[in-house]
C-alpha cells in the first residue's frame, strides 16, 4: 500500500469520527498522521521492511503506527472497516468532493437518502439540497460546480502525477541496445497542466525488441494492441500509454506530428500549403512532385518550412510562428536560470525539514538565495508562527548565514490575506523580515468583487511583497476563486508587486494563460515551489513549465534576477 493510500484511510476515519462526535484531539491526531504520512519522502512500507519503529516519525504515535503496519501488511483495516459499516453506503464517496464536509454528508445521507455522487448531483439540480435547513442556493450550487468540476477532469490527470509515472518507463527503456530519441510527446512534452493519454516515441536498431520490453513492464495492466513497430497499453491508474517507433532518419516529423498541439499543426499546414508542402508524420512532401523528404530531428524539419525550432510549451498558434519565422522567438526561461526559491516552509511551521537541510538543498541546485516563508499563526495549523517565534527563526536564520555556505537565506514569512483583506500579523513585525509573500487559505467562496478587492489591499499594503497562489485552486480538486485576474495584474504592476506561479503540480497557480497576460501588462512574476520537504525543492520545474508556457524569459521572473538585484527590489521594505 502506498503511503498516499494510507493517508486517505487515516483521512477518512477522521471525518468518520467526527461525525461521530468522538473527541476531537483523537479526530486531529488521525488527521496529522494523514498529513505526515502523505508528505513522507519514502514508503512507509520500505521502512517497516528495514524493521524500523514507525513511532520515530514526529506526529506518529502508537496507534497510529500499529494501524499502518495493519494496512501495508494486509491491504486492510479492521477499525476502519468497522467504522464504515456504521454509515450509510455511498456517504463516504460525498466526503470526497470539495466543499463537503463529514457534517453535510452525514445530513445529505440520513436527510435526504443520497447514497452517492449521481443522487447528490440530482438533489442538487431539482432543488433538495438548497432547501435543507441551513444549507440554502448558494452552497448547493458550489458543491455542483465541484462535482461537475472533477466530472471534467476525468480522463485527464495532473502533470504532476504523469511526469514521474513515464520517466519511469523512459528510464526502464533507454539503456536497451540501440535505442535513441526516446521521449513523450504531446500535451505532456508541451507541459499541459493536465494530459491524457500518453505518446512516446523513439528510434531503435530493433524496434520489435523495445516494444516487447514495452510491453513487458511490470507497472502494465493491460497491453491494448500491439503491432512490430507499436503498442498500446493501459497502467494500473487507467492511464492510457502508446509507444511508436521508427527509423533514425525520420524521427523529427514524427515527433512534431504527435507533439502537436492541434492548432499549431493546423496553423503550420496551411503556411506550408502555401509553400507547396504537405506535412504528415512521416515527413514533409513537395505536392507537385510527390517527392517525400524525411527528418531525423525537429530541427531540421522546422529549417526546411523556413522557420527557427518552436519550443513545445509554446506550439499554441498564439503568434509563436510569425516570430519564428522572423527570427524573433524570446529565449524562454530554462533551470539554469534560477537562482532562487521564493516560497519554501521548514520545521518551523508544517514542513519536515531544518534550515539548515534546506540551505544545503537549495545551494545544491546552485541557488544564491532561498526565502524561508513559514506560515502566520493564524492560519490555525501546524504550529504557524508568532511574533515570539518568528523572531527566533530570524535569529536561527541569520546564523546560518554568517557560517557563509553559499546560499543567502532570506528571512520572510508566508502571511495570511484575511477575509477583509487585512494581514494576520502587526504590520511592525512584517517590516522587519527580509520578504513578506501574503496569500488566501480561507473564505475561498466570496464573490468576485470581495476577493479581488481583498487581494489588491493585500498588494497595497507596503510590507507585501508576493501574491502566492492567488486563486487558491487545486487542480481536479478545488475551483479557482472568483479573481478578477485583470485588475489583480494592474495592481501588482502598478505597486511593484509580484504575483507567484505556484509549483506545486496540484497548484500551478497564476496558470499559464494569468501568468503571460500578467508579464505582458508589467507585473513581475515569481517562483515559488512551497516546498514542505527539501526533496521538494526539485518541484521548481514544474513552474518553470507554466513559466515557459506563459512565454516568460528569465527577466520576467524574480528568480532570474541575482542575489543583489533581489536585495534591491526588496529595499522598500
Ligand atoms: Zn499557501
Ligand atoms: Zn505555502
Redesign the pocket.
Known amino acids: 500500500m502506498q503511503n498516499d493510500e494510507i493517508a486517505k484511510v487515516f483521512l477518512e476515519m477522521a471525518d468518520l469520527l467526527e461525525i461521530k462526535g468522538e473527541n476531537p484531539f483523537k479526530v486531529r491526531a488521525y488527521r496529522r498522521a494523514a498529513q505526515i504520512i502523505d508528505h513522507l519522502p519514502d514508503p512507509i512500507a520500505d521502512r517497516i521492511a528495514r524493521g524500523e519503529d514507525l513511532q520515530e516519525i514526529p506526529g506518529i504515535g502508537e496507534a497510529i503506527a500499529k494501524k499502518s503496519a495493519e494496512l501495508v501488511a494486509t491491504g486492510k483495516l479492521a477499525a476502519y472497516e468497522d467504522l464504515k459499516a456504521q454509515f450509510p453506503a455511498g456517504m463516504i464517496r460525498l466526503l470526497e468532493i470539495q466543499g463537503i464536509g463529514p457534517k453535510t454528508a452525514h445530513r445529505l445521507a440520513t436527510e435526504l437518502g443520497i447514497d452517492s455522487v449521481a443522487a447528490l448531483e440530482q438533489a442538487l439540480v431539482d432543488g433538495r439540497v438548497a432547501a435543507l435547513p441551513r444549507m440554502g442556493e448558494k452552497t448547493a450550487q458550489n458543491i455542483l460546480r465541484q462535482i461537475q468540476a472533477c466530472k471534467g477532469q476525468d480522463r485527464r490527470i495532473p502533470i504532476g502525477e504523469a511526469l514521474p509515472i513515464v520517466e519511469e518507463i523512459l528510464a526502464a527503456l533507454s539503456p536497451l541496445p540501440g535505442v535513441r530519441n526516446l521521449t513523450a510527446a504531446g500535451s505532456l512534452r508541451r507541459f499541459r497542466e493536465t494530459v491524457g493519454d500518453i505518446d512516446l516515441m523513439g528510434t531503435a536498431d530493433d524496434p520489435g525488441a523495445v516494444v516487447a520490453a514495452f510491453a513487458g513492464l511490470p507497472q502494465i495492466r493491460e497491453v491494448l494492441a500491439r503491432g512490430p513497430t507499436k503498442a498500446s497499453v493501459l497502467l494500473d491508474k487507467g492511464l492510457q500509454v502508446d509507444l511508436r517507433m521508427v527509423e533514425h532518419q525520420a524521427f523529427g516529423s514524427l515527433l512534431q506530428h504527435f507533439t502537436g498541439s492541434r492548432e499549431h499543426n493546423i496553423a503550420l499546414r496551411t503556411r506550408a500549403q502555401r509553400q507547396g508542402l504537405s506535412l504528415s508524420e512521416y515527413g514533409i512532401t513537395r505536392i507537385d512532385t510527390n517527392q517525400l523528404e524525411r527528418f531525423p530531428d525537429e530541427e531540421a524539419f522546422y529549417r526546411r518550412l523556413g522557420l527557427d525550432w518552436i519550443p513545445p510549451e509554446i506550439r499554441e498558434d498564439q503568434g509563436e510562428i510569425d516570430l519564428a519565422e522572423a527570427g524573433g522567438l524570446p529565449r524562454l526561461v530554462e533551470e539554469r536560470d534560477i537562482r532562487g526559491d521564493f516560497?519554501v516552509?521548514s520545521d518551523w511551521s508544517d514542513g519536515r525539514s531544518t534550515l539548515s537541510e534546506l540551505a544545503l538543498a537549495a545551494r545544491a541546485r546552485g541557488y544564491e538565495y532561498l526565502a524561508v516563508?513559514d506560515?502566520s499563526v493564524g492560519l490555525g495549523i501546524a504550529h504557524g508562527l508568532n511574533a515570539e517565534r518568528l523572531a527566533g527563526q530570524r535569529q536561527a536564520i541569520e546564523k546560518i548565514n554568517a557560517r557563509g555556505i553559499g546560499v543567502r537565506l532570506l528571512a520572510g514569512v508566508?502571511v495570511d490575506i484575511r477575509a477583509d483583506g487585512t494581514l494576520d500579523l502587526p504590520e511592525g513585525l512584517l517590516a522587519g523580515l527580509d520578504i513578506v509573500i501574503g496569500?488566501v487559505h480561507s473564505s475561498l467562496q466570496q464573490d468576485e468583487s470581495r476577493m479581488t478587492a481583498r487581494l489588491i489591499r493585500a498588494v497595497e499594503n507596503p510590507h507585501v511583497d508576493i501574491i502566492?497562489?492567488p486563486t487558491g485552486r487545486l487542480i481536479g480538486r478545488r475551483e479557482p476563486a472568483a479573481v478578477d485576474i485583470g485588475r489583480l495584474i494592474r495592481a501588482a504592476a502598478d505597486h511593484g508587486k509580484a504575483l507567484e506561479i505556484n509549483a506545486m503540480p496540484d497548484r500551478l497557480d497564476m496558470k499559464d494563460l494569468h501568468a503571460r497576460r500578467a508579464h505582458e501588462q508589467g507585473a513581475l512574476l515569481a517562483l515559488?515551489t512551497?516546498a514542505h520537504h527539501a526533496d521538494q525543492l526539485g518541484l521548481m520545474r514544474f513552474g518553470i513549465g507554466v513559466a515557459r508556457r506563459a512565454w516568460c524569459t528569465p527577466g520576467h521572473l524574480l528568480n532570474g534576477r541575482s542575489l543583489a538585484e533581489v536585495l534591491a527590489f526588496l529595499q522598500h521594505r
Do not use: P
Request: aromatic fraction near 0%; hydrophobic fraction near 10%; charge should be negative.
Open positions: 516560497h516552509h516563508t506560515h508566508e496569500s502566492a497562489h515559488g512551497d
